[in-house]
T-cell receptor, first 115, second 110 residues
Framework: KAGVTQTPRYLIKTRGQQVTLSCSPI?????VSWYQQTPGQGLQFLFE???????NKGNFPGRFSGRQFSNSRSEMNVSTLELGDSALYLC??????????????FGEGSWLTVV | GESVGLHLPTLSVQEGDNSIINCAYS??????FIWYKQESGKGPQFIID?????DKRQGQRVTVLLNKTVKHLSLQIAATQPGDSAVYFC?????????FGTGTRLQVFP
């Protein structure tokens, strides 16, 4: 069974640009969540989607957005990129919604560098 | 590969010894806890989980202990191997999202 797949794996963007990252969950998983990982802040929750609806949201500005398609695939977008957005963006999937007793599997991440 | 968290607490152990990685969590209402392993350049990999109504759970070579009184979680790895070298994160379920600890780097030397 294929794991969580994220594309692209690496990308470099310029300040002010926008970026879209893609995630394909494990087959049969309907929940997709996104996390940002940086050396300074660690792993932080961005948002969770289930059945094409955002179900939960972390404490990030509105420049960070996402969506989920009917096949459970998800994308996240960051607009007006700032240097501080440089991070590893991790997508995770699970069968059910939320994090209580629901095993969450992570992809390999997308490394974003903003210059 | 790339690395996140360059200045993490580090635990160095000799191959074959047991490792104990500790974690303090913040929310007394958290009902579910997970340990993840992250190797350089990879995403976090699920190791073991435990619900708050338990105080111990064992897996293959790993044991998680939960002490709700002091809000403390530990991961014990038996007979540590070079392949166990990685950063280990604890995570708690708070408000239906995972809150991660800062991580501990485990280094295994021969």
């Amino acid at each position: 069974k294929a794991g969580v797949t994220q594309t692209p794996r690496y990308l470099i963007k310029t300040r002010g640009q926008q970026v879209t990252l893609s995630c394909s969950p494990i087959s049969g998983h309907r929940s997709v969540s996104w996390y940002q990982q940086t050396p300074g802040q660690g792993l932080q929750f961005l948002f969770e989607y289930f059945s094409e609806t955002q179900r939960n949201k972390g404490n990030f500005p509105g420049r960070f957005s996402g969506r989920q398609f009917s096949n459970s695939r998800s994308e996240m977008n960051v607009s007006t990129l700032e240097l501080g957005d440089s991070a590893l963006y991790l997508c995770a999937s699970s069968l059910g919604i939320g994090a209580s007793g629901n095993t969450i599997y992570f992809g390999e991440g997308s490394w974003l560098t903003v210059v | 590969g790339e690395s996140v968290g360059l200045h993490l607490p580090t635990l160095s152990v000799q191959e074959g010894d047991n490792s104990i990685i500790n974690c303090a969590y913040s929310n007394s209402a958290s009902d579910y806890f997970i340990w993840y392993k992250q190797e350089s350049g990879k995403g976090p990999q699920f190791i073991i989980d435990i619900r708050s109504n338990m105080d111990k759970r064992q897996g293959q070579r790993v044991t998680v202990l939960l002490n709700k009184t002091v809000k403390h979680l530990s991961l014990q790895i038996a007979a540590t191997q070079p392949g166990d070298s990685a950063v280990y994160f604890c995570a708690e379920n708070a408000a239906d999202k995972l809150i991660f600890g800062t991580g501990t780097r485990l280094q295994v030397f021969p």
